[in-house]
């Protein structure tokens, strides 16, 4: 293990940083010089703690924190951690979520509403205890969100998780009204289709439930789709977004929800 440095740029907050685009945020934003708190479950620790390890090879502190974001105490509890290791919290990123693909006539109302808890109630809590951190020492913070292209436009086979990302982005705007005068931002970026965990279990349900396909079939489907003809995107094309959320150059930027899809879909 590399020896730790102090952070000149304070502390960051990221949810379901054990894996995929949560991870590379937390990386890069300990390139970027904060200290990082790393969210998962703890059905996902090993992965969670591997993150925690290459975040402090990158020579900050690191502090990993189990919680389920939906549920309230966590998510107040684990604030209050941060802020008790690193001493005050600059940057939350709310990026935890699932995806359920099932048709609405397949969907039960105890499924909408696990949707709804992990992707949107946990985003209302971020808001909730990251702000209320933030204000009680005087900071300027960041809250930034995970949104989705479903977010902006409705996606078949994904109701409860369309909506609860188009109501991220609702939520991010009020937000944004509330926090404005205490020098707080509020953000989402809202990524196109990116490789990770998320993607493969996607592609899988895709495969399953439309008639005659197969796994494989929505990776090459997306990736068809880009204007830039490279593929579907990667996690660095969110986390250099979300850094850049985070900084200072960022100031004058609130209330948004940023694309990031290789043009799939214009705002
Ligand atoms: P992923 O499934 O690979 O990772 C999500 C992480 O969240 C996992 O580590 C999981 O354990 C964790 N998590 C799940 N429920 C949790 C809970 N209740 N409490 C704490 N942690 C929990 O997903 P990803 O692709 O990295 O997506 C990250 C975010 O970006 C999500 O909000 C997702 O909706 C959004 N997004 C992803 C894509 C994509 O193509 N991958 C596209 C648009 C939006």
């Not at 925690?52 to 939906?70: C, F, M, N, P, Q």
Request: contains cysteine.
């Amino acid at each position: 293990m590399s020896t730790q440095t102090t952070s000149t740029k304070g502390a960051a907050l990221i949810t379901g940083a054990a894996q995929g685009i949560g991870k590379a945020i937390a990386l890069r934003l300990a390139a970027d010089g904060f200290n990082v708190a790393v969210n998962d479950l703890s059905s996902n620790s090993e992965n969670l703690e591997k993150v925690a390890e290459e975040i402090r090879a990158v020579g900050v502190k690191a502090l990993t924190v189990y919680a389920d974001v939906s549920v309230e105490a966590e998510v107040e509890k684990m604030v209050g951690a941060v802020v008790e290791e690193f001493g005050a919290l600059n940057v939350v990123v709310a990026n935890a979520g699932i995806m359920m693909w099932k048709s609405i006539d397949d969907l039960t109302a105890e499924e909408w509403d696990r949707v709804m808890s992990i992707n949107l109630r946990s985003v209302f809590l971020a808001y909730k205890y990251g702000g209320r951190a933030m204000i009680a020492k005087g900071i300027k913070g960041k809250l930034i969100a995970a949104c989705s292209v479903a977010g902006k436009i409705g996606k078949g086979m994904l109701a409860s998780y369309t909506a609860s990302k188009f109501a991220i982005r609702g939520l991010t705007q009020s937000a944004a009204q509330e926090y404005g005068r205490h020098g707080i931002t509020v953000n989402g970026y809202a990524p196109g289709v990116i490789e990770t965990p998320m993607l493969t279990y996607m592609d899988a349900r895709f495969g399953e439930t439309v008639p005659g396909g197969k796994t494989g079939d929505f990776i090459k489907f997306a990736e068809a789709q880009s204007l830039l003809g490279g593929g579907n995107g990667e996690v660095a094309d969110i986390a250099g977004l979300v850094s850049y959320l985070a900084s200072t150059e960022a100031k004058f930027i609130t209330g948004q929800t940023i694309n990031v899809n290789g043009g799939t879909f214009f705002d």
